[in-house]
């Protein structure tokens, strides 16, 4: 098993940023795919990242150009860097793990409990 624990949510206004970060515990394996996947009020849950265990990375394009993920493997860690936050961006978003290759989607074998971020205007 993999525990995944988020933090760095918050409340800030639009053009603002915030830095999320995913610590990860137990059987953990720096070869897992990592991702970060947000999920909106009476939406589906939407991809936004995921980084592979030598860097490699892939955005949904709503997020291109302003949100970065990047990990620290010694750390068993993940961040996603958010600039220029939108209203659109509010959601609660979640750390998740994969084995297998770097892809778009939201199917992943172990997940977060999320954490809440708001973008006012």
């Known amino acids: 098993q993999v525990q995944l624990v988020e933090s760095g949510g918050g409340l800030v206004q639009a053009g603002e940023s915030l830095r999320l970060s995913c610590a990860a515990s137990g059987r953990t394996s720096s070869t897992y795919i990592m991702g970060w996947i947000r999920q909106a009020p009476g939406k589906e849950r939407e991809f936004v990242a995921a980084?592979?265990?030598?860097?490699?990375?892939v955005y949904d394009d709503s997020v291109k150009g302003r949100f970065t993920i990047s990990r620290d493997n010694a750390k068993n860690t993940v961040y996603l860097q958010m600039n220029s936050l939108k209203p659109d961006d509010t959601a609660v978003y979640y750390c998740a793990a994969r084995r297998g290759v770097i892809r778009v989607g939201v199917e992943y074998d172990y997940w977060g409990q999320g954490t809440q971020v708001t973008v006012s205007s």
């Open positions: 980084i592979s265990w030598s860097g490699g990375t």
